[in-house]
């Protein structure tokens, strides 16, 4: 059974910064594609950062130079660093595992950002 857990999200002041953290199990962890995506209210999901199993990153440019993700092979597990928080990085955050034929995602964590 596939499982990606979430952990990390909150209530945030703008300008602040959080961890969000996933862990993976029930897949072969190095042979996906790992990533964040994020849905705000009334808006569509969109994929906020991205990393492979070499560590090449891409980021979507909304978020590019602040948020940073980065992956542990060993632990099976997948990172993102919010610095610099915005109003509109308001969204639930989803971790998902990549590969051809099939993507999984987690439940999602709340990141809210506000004064």
């Known amino acids: 059974q596939v499982q990606l857990v979430e952990s990390g999200g909150g209530l945030v002041q703008p300008g602040g910064s959080l961890r969000l953290s996933c862990g993976a199990s029930g897949i072969a962890f190095r042979t996906y594609v790992m990533g964040w995506d994020r849905q705000a209210p009334g808006k569509q999901r969109e994929l906020v950062a991205s990393i492979n199993s070499g560590g090449s990153t891409n980021y979507a440019v909304s978020v590019n130079g602040r948020f940073t993700i980065s992956r542990d092979n060993a632990k099976n597990t997948v990172d993102l660093k919010m610095n610099g928080l915005k109003d509109e990085d308001t969204a639930v955050y989803y971790c998902?595992?990549?590969?051809?034929?099939?993507?999984?995602w987690g439940q999602g964590t709340q990141v809210t950002v506000s004064s």
């Open positions: 998902n595992a990549a590969a051809p034929l099939t993507t999984y």
